[in-house]
């Protein structure tokens, strides 16, 4: 029996699939559960339209990750941190920090999404990386200024 898998099935496949599985263990155990649908031609029709939209949706959130990552170019951050008289930071500022300095500025993004996991504890610019979607990276520049 061929069966559409309509979510990721252990051992199995992955959602969209066209598998191959014996009669009883697709009648009673994928299709009885809600994991898959037989294959008809209707079925295939609605697989492709659902390859489009996902596509589709795929292409709108790949561009609007580059214009956030052209966004982050001209983007500086600056913190204002306790320092020494060398120069030497007290303390320094993590990605949490990151983030919500972001979200002030109307940027969501998830602090796992930063690359550069090192908390920052050096004055002046550094470039911190961020994946915003699959194989498109934004770097924000933040500036330590020192403070006695």
Do not use: H
């Not at 020494?84 to 930071?89: F, K, L, T, Y």
């Amino acid at each position: 029996m061929k069966v559409i898998l309509k979510s990721d099935v252990k051992k199995l496949g992955k959602k969209g699939d066209i598998v191959e599985v014996a009669d009883g263990y697709g009648r009673n155990y994928l299709i009885a559960r809600g994991l898959a649908v037989p294959v008809t031609e209707k079925s295939k029709e609605i697989l492709k339209e659902q390859k489009q939209e996902e596509a589709a949706q795929d292409a709108k959130n790949r561009a609007e990750a580059e214009r956030i990552a052209k966004e982050f170019e001209d983007l500086m951050l600056e913190f204002n941190v306790r320092s020494g008289s060398e120069g030497r930071v007290f303390g320094s500022v993590s990605t949490k920090q990151i983030t919500e300095e972001l979200a002030k500025r109307g940027y969501k993004i998830d602090k796992r999404k930063f690359l550069d996991t090192a908390p920052i504890a050096s004055l002046g610019v550094t470039k911190v990386r961020i994946e915003l979607y699959k194989g498109v990276i934004g770097t924000v520049r933040v500036n330590l200024k020192g403070s006695d």
